[in-house]
């Protein structure tokens, strides 16, 4: 498990990276640039987004073998003689190898969930651009 502080890092270099929050942000004088650059800033995020999520999907996809060979180790080549549960429930995800890939796993789902948000973000700035002028009709 991460701790909080490496989440706000990982938050914090994101939005320094991204700043969607100046991004998403309009008044009077620059709602036509914009409108134009909304579409850009959709595709944009989400093409970042479906990166991420691939990113994350490969990894778990090796926390599941790295998983089982850790599993084979204790059931088969142990000393003990455990039992399914004991290794499932004591063993399994605190072995080092198990621990930082869920690590990995947990940095990647913050990252993803990041650009989520960006991308329901650029959403709703379209509908708010919208609604700000049928306001100001």
């Given at each position: ?38 579409t ?69 789902e ?11 973000a ?16």
């Amino acid at each position: 498990m991460i701790s909080q502080e490496e989440k706000d890092k990982i938050v914090n270099e994101l939005k320094e990276t991204y700043p969607i929050e100046q991004q998403v942000s309009f008044n009077e004088f620059n709602l036509n640039d914009k409108l134009e650059e909304n579409t850009k800033l959709k595709v944009k995020y989400q093409e970042l987004l479906d990166n991420e999520q691939y990113i994350l999907d490969k990894i778990k996809e090796k926390s599941e073998d790295i998983k089982g060979q850790v599993y084979d180790y204790y059931r088969f080549e142990y000393d003990r003689n455990l039992q399914k549960t004991e290794i499932e429930n004591y063993y399994l995800n605190r072995h080092p190898k198990v621990k930082k890939i869920n690590d990995l796993i947990d940095k990647q789902e913050i990252r993803v969930k990041f650009f989520k948000i960006c991308v329901n973000a650029i959403d709703r700035l379209y509908w708010a651009m919208k609604n700000y002028v049928d306001h100001n009709r």
